[in-house]
């Protein structure tokens, strides 16, 4: 199996592997059958979040905003997402 990752991550994972005085691919197969064993269900994620005590769960509003705030409240927040995209296309 052939995997690409960035150097950052290739200099971390290498770092950590010697620190835990094992091999970058002994780490990573243990790194990867404890991942799919886990598995990143959306309820195994948030039972993995709580038992860190990293649970985030916002109060939901008593009554939702009316399709008019909502708009109101998001109006032009796309535009940052849509000019990166016209930036990189243009720089193809």
């Known amino acids: 199996m ?10 971390r994972l290498k770092a950590r592997a010697a ?3 094992r091999s970058l691919n ?4 243990a790194t990867l059958a404890t991942a799919v064993e886990l598995g990143t269900t959306r309820k195994t994620v948030r039972a ?16 939702p ?7 109101v409240a998001t109006s032009g927040l796309g535009q940052a997402a ?6 990189e296309r243009a720089g193809r």
């Not at 002994?26 to 197969?29: A, E, F, I, P, R």
């Not at 849509?82 to 930036?87: F, G, N, T, Y």
């Open 26 to 29: 002994d780490l990573m197969s």
């Open 48 to 63: 993995r979040a709580r038992l860190a005590g990293l649970l985030v769960v916002p109060e939901k509003p008593a009554r």
């Open 19 to 21: 620190a835990e005085g």
């Open 65 to 71: 905003p009316s399709r008019k705030t909502a708009l």
């Open 2 to 11: 052939i995997v690409r990752v960035d150097d950052d991550l290739h200099a």
């Open 82 to 87: 849509s000019e990166a995209l016209a930036a």
